[in-house]
């Protein structure tokens, strides 16, 4: 069992930043990979950035390559985000999904085991 929680959420200004963390507990397996996706309301959930645990290899959504950055903290089991120059369309729920043996398939919403409950983030134009 993993358990996923999500902080750092909130209200921001466009072109503004803000850092959100995904704290993990339980078993994270080194064929594991984290991500994190987002859902706007009447919207799919969508990929936005994932990285491995052993390796640290990252993969990016177009939309926010370049402005968003994965990272992980393995001794701490921690996931983050830190996102700069934010648009209002980012506006979302924030969720990071864990997929504990990774097969290639880092946006597809239904290869994550785990999810947390997500943590609003509203970008304000």
């Known amino acids: 069992q993993v358990q996923l929680v999500e902080s750092g959420g909130g209200l921001v200004q466009a072109g503004g930043s803000l850092r959100l963390s995904c704290a993990a507990s339980?078993?994270?397996?080194?064929?594991?990979?984290v991500a994190w996706f987002r859902q706007a309301p009447g919207k799919e959930r969508e990929f936005v950035a994932a990285?491995?645990?052993?390796?640290?290899?990252?993969y990016y959504a177009d939309s926010v390559r370049g402005r968003f950055t994965v990272s992980r903290d393995n001794a701490k089991n921690t996931v983050h985000l830190q996102m700069i120059s934010v648009k209002p369309e980012d506006t979302a729920v924030y969720y990071c999904?864990?997929?504990?043996?990774?097969?290639?398939?880092?946006?597809?919403?239904?290869?994550?085991?785990?999810w947390g409950q997500g943590t609003q983030v509203t970008v304000s134009s």
């Open positions: 339980g078993l994270i397996f080194s064929s594991s990979i």
């Open positions: 990285i491995t645990w052993s390796s640290g290899k990252t």
């Open positions: 999904g864990v997929d504990r043996f990774f097969s290639g398939r880092y946006s597809y919403a239904q290869e994550y085991d785990y």
